[in-house]
């Protein structure tokens, strides 16, 4: 069965200072492995994606993820955090069925929460 | 385009009481699907359609019925509310052979007393 960690529920980093949430991943076959961010009061939105190709993925706000297959990692990054960045981000997984047909059966982290301090 | 709209934003029930949730999508998405999130749980796949006619159960389905009558709808219904169904409700869609690129809807917050 696929699974997400997320081992950090809550983290705290001053305006400016650059920013890592760890993902941990289980899954059976190549992953597909996105990051979403949350606001308060708000649905999601897809910060970036991981299909294939290049491990380190590019997304949305200066958010970037690297794919470590070794690890069964997917960490996200941001070099200079934004009080605006302030809100939880879920990491999740998901892929083809055993069929081969994707059926978008999307694993969900527990969420980290980023509060950020001016 | 809207892209994926819920309503109610906000509902309270009793124990008991049915309702249902509603989803509309306007992107003609084929795939859709419904979750709960409750606090440090992340969010949990309930049931999920990939097209007109054809439904499935995800990880949390008892308690929940779906139905997919057309491609833009895709409600949820509550026959007998519980006081553990008291939750967020999001609902997302996708679109053919990218199912894993979920949009969401704003979310439905309900709660059971």
């Known amino acids: 069965a696929q699974s997400v960690t997320q081992p950090d529920i809550h983290i705290t980093v001053s305006e400016g200072a650059s920013l890592e949430l760890r993902c941990n991943y289980s899954y059976g076959a190549t992953p597909y492995l996105f990051w979403y961010v949350q606001s308060p009061g708000q649905g999601l939105q897809l910060l970036l994606k991981?299909?294939?190709?290049?491990?380190l993925v590019q997304g949305i706000k200066g958010f970037e993820a690297e794919f470590k297959r070794s690890q069964s990692s997917f960490n996200l990054r941001k070099p200079s955090v934004h009080w605006s960045d302030a809100a939880e981000y879920f990491c999740a997984v998901g892929g083809p069925n055993a069929g081969g047909t994707s059926y978008g059966k999307l694993t969900f982290g527990q969420g980290t929460i980023l509060t950020v301090h001016p | 385009n809207a892209g994926v709209t819920q309503t109610p934003k906000f509902q309270v029930l009793k124990t008991g009481q049915s309702m249902t949730l509603q989803c509309a999508q306007d992107?003609?998405?084929?795939?859709m699907s419904w979750y709960r999130q409750d606090p440090g749980m992340g969010l949990r796949l309930i049931h999920y359609?990939?097209?007109?006619?054809?439904?499935d159960q995800g990880e949390v389905p008892n308690g929940y019925n779906v139905s997919r009558s057309t491609t833009e709808d895709f409600p949820l219904r509550l026959l007998s509310a519980a006081p553990s169904q008291t939750s967020v409700y999001f609902c997302a869609s996708s679109p053919w052979g990218r199912y894993n690129e979920q949009f969401f809807g704003p979310g439905t917050r309900l709660t059971v007393l």
């Open positions: 992107m003609n998405h084929e795939y």
């Open positions: 991981y299909f294939s190709g290049d491990t």
């Open positions: 359609s990939v097209g007109a006619g054809i439904t």
